[in-house]
Every structure is written in structure tokens, then in C-alpha cells.
């Protein structure tokens, strides 16, 4: 979807049918099927293996624990694709436009300022993570518990020392809060099947599928 402000509700929605039942899940799963670059929208394949096991695990426990283990999994499962779906179709800058078209040019402004800012921290570091992992293989050093406990120390004191610096970069630039800017939104004709079709997954949740057949009728 083109318009972010399409694909923020068609998120919303749709992770909040997943999570309802399991008819709704399967039909969300369909969406995604249709409706999205599917395989594109995917992590990397150790994050993949590593969520899937985790998610795996917990449906197991789930189903030894007197709970449904197979609709644990296929929602959470749901869930995160409608996630992954979302975040890969992110434009840089798009935050800004959305928060100010929601909350106004003053309270917006200061969350859409935040949000992006909080999306390239968690892209500098995952590029900071990338390299570290490079020099430790050049190295010959093995990523053990030790190894990955000084990563994340090594990481969290970088990001901090970044927003000490941005925080003054900000601070003798002026900037006190609220901004002006024009929100820019561009609305494909693309963008209205897979928007409707979210928005009827989503009355499921609320009129159950057997009154639906009622009314028909």
C-alpha cells in the first residue's frame, strides 16, 4: 500500500482479527497471500528460524498446558507476518507525514520526530551489529555468551552516545518543539481492494460469520 495511512489501519485491523480467532487468522493469512510481496516482506533466515522456534515452543507449552496449541501458533504466526508486511513497506520520512495528519503540528510533529528517530536508531544498529559480527569472524572468535553479552553492552553505549549527540544537535539548532510540515499522501487505486478486503476480515470479528450468513438470507 501506497498510503501509509491506509496500511497503518489495514495493520491495525488485521493484527487485531488474527489475534480474535481462528477464522479470522486464516483469513488474514489469505490477505497476506494476496495481497503482499510475501516472501520480500520476510526477515532474514536466522531471524526466521529463531522466531519460528521460539513460537514453536511456546504453542508446544501451550498444548501440554491444557491450552490450543494450533491456534496459539497460527495466530501469533499471523501476527507477525502482518507486522513484517508492514515494516518492509516503511518509507523513510512517512512517520513524520502520519503523526502530523493524526495528532497536529505540534504534539504530531514531536512523535513523528521521535518515531523516526527511534526506526534509524534500530537501523544503525542492526548495521553496527552487522559489522561487529564481520570483525569477529575476520578474528576467528566464536559469538558465545560472553561474546554476545559484550555486543549488546557495546551497542546500548553507542546508541546512548548518539542521542546524547542528536539531543544537542537538536538543542543548538533551536529546536523546542512542534514544527511545520505539509503531510503528503498518495492513494493508488492498488491500495482500495486490499483496504476493503481488511476492513470486512475486521467486521468478522465483530458480526460473527453466522450472523453474516443470517443477514444474507
Do not use: N
Not at 482479527?17 to 494476496?34: D, I
Not at 515494516?87 to 512517520?95: A, I, N, P
Not at 502520519?98 to 513523528?112: E, T, Y
Request: hydrophobic share 50%; aromatic share 8%.
Amino acid at each position: 500500500m501506497q498510503d501509509q495511512r491506509l496500511r497503518l489501519g489495514a495493520t491495525l485491523v488485521l493484527s487485531w482479527a488474527a489475534y480474535s480467532s481462528m477464522l479470522t487468522a486464516a483469513l488474514v493469512l489469505a490477505w497476506w497471500l494476496l495481497f503482499t510481496r510475501s516472501w520480500r516482506a520476510l526477515p532474514k533466515r536466522g531471524v526466521v528460524i529463531a522466531m519460528g522456534t521460539m513460537i514453536g515452543l511456546s504453542a508446544v507449552a501451550t498444548q501440554f498446558s491444557g491450552g490450543d496449541g494450533g491456534s496459539y501458533l497460527l495466530r501469533i504466526t499471523t501476527v507477525l507476518l502482518i507486522a513484517s508486511w508492514a515494516y518492509s513497506e516503511r518509507v523513510e520520512g512517512e512517520m513524520m507525514d502520519l503523526a502530523v495528519w493524526l495528532f497536529g503540528r505540534h504534539l504530531g510533529f514531536d512523535i513523528g520526530l521521535l518515531a523516526e528517530i527511534a526506526i534509524q536508531s534500530l537501523e544503525v544498529a542492526h548495521q553496527d551489529l552487522r559489522r561487529i559480527r564481520v570483525a569477529l569472524t575476520l578474528k576467528g572468535k566464536g559469538t558465545g555468551l560472553r561474546s554476545l553479552l559484550l555486543i549488546g553492552t557495546l551497542l546500548v553505549h553507542t546508541q546512548l552516545d548518539r542521542s546524547r549527540d542528536l539531543a544537542s544537535l537538536l538543542a543548538l539548532r533551536g529546536y523546542v518543539g512542534g514544527g511545520s510540515l505539509c503531510p503528503k499522501f498518495r492513494t493508488a487505486r492498488s491500495d482500495l481492494l486490499p483496504a476493503t478486503t481488511a476492513i470486512l476480515i475486521g467486521l468478522l470479528v465483530i458480526v460473527p460469520v453466522r450472523d453474516v450468513f443470517i443477514l444474507l438470507q
